[in-house]
T-cell receptor, first 110, second 117 residues
């Protein structure tokens, strides 16, 4: 599975869009990009995933570059409850062994 | 989605004892997993709990230390045996539902916070 690189921490103002980057330059053609988040003292929560097209759901949008070497998770209107550690994982759909990196600690400020 | 509960939510145990953690899901699921999250660290997969057969363990984890049962499609237990302070962690159960096209859309329980003295 491809290794991912994320900034260790980011701040964002409440109500603004939070853009979380992820580099996965060694991703292979059949590896998806998954995003999870973990709010303090809770289990991780699935957010979104994609292969090469941009994806949107009720929680977030995922923008994947054309060469698939990087992606950005967008929380369109961040709230204080979005403060969490966000994990980007690149993995083949047939492989369920998620490899968790250090993630990005996102702090939403009032 | 699936709703997952874990018992106990937290415990403080003495060195050398064992603790069994329960994971209950509100629907039948194909895949169940156990993770460990050491203080300040990310998650590490311990094993996949297989219904009706022995669990599949990841490198660095063995059945004698972390025996796992999965008697049906909604329930699993993880035992942390002969505990030492290094076993102090949060233990998380997760599931992937058979209705999903991907086993990587996993749902997690709230975790069990274990402290070993």
């Amino acid at each position: 599975d491809a290794k991912t690189t994320q900034p260790p921490s980011m701040d964002c103002a409440e109500g603004r869009a939070a853009n979380l980057p992820c580099n996965h330059s060694t991703i292979s053609g059949n590896e998806y990009v998954y995003w999870y988040r973990q709010i303090h003292s809770q289990g991780p929560q699935y957010i979104i995933h994609g292969l090469k097209n941009n994806e949107t759901n009720e929680m977030a949008s995922l923008i994947i570059t054309e060469d698939r070497k990087s992606s950005t998770l967008i929380l369109p209107h961040a709230t204080l409850r979005d403060t969490a550690v966000y994990y980007c994982i690149a993995i083949m759909d047939s492989n369920y062994q998620l490899i968790w990196g250090a993630g990005t600690k996102l702090i939403i400020k009032p | 989605s699936a709703v997952i509960s874990q018992k106990p939510s937290r415990d403080i145990c003495q060195r050398g004892t064992s603790l069994t953690i329960q994971c209950q899901v509100d629907s039948q699921v194909t895949m169940m997993f156990w993770y460990r999250q050491q203080p300040g660290q990310s998650l590490t997969l311990i094993a996949t709990a297989n219904q009706g057969s022995e669990a599949t363990y990841e490198s660095g984890f063995v059945i004698d230390k972390f025996p796992i049962s999965r008697p049906n499609l909604t329930f699993s237990t993880l035992t942390v045996s002969n505990m030492s302070p290094e076993d102090s962690s949060i233990y998380l159960c997760s599931v992937a539902t058979s209705s999903r096209s991907s086993y990587n859309e996993q749902f997690f329980g709230p975790g069990t916070r274990l402290t070993v003295l």
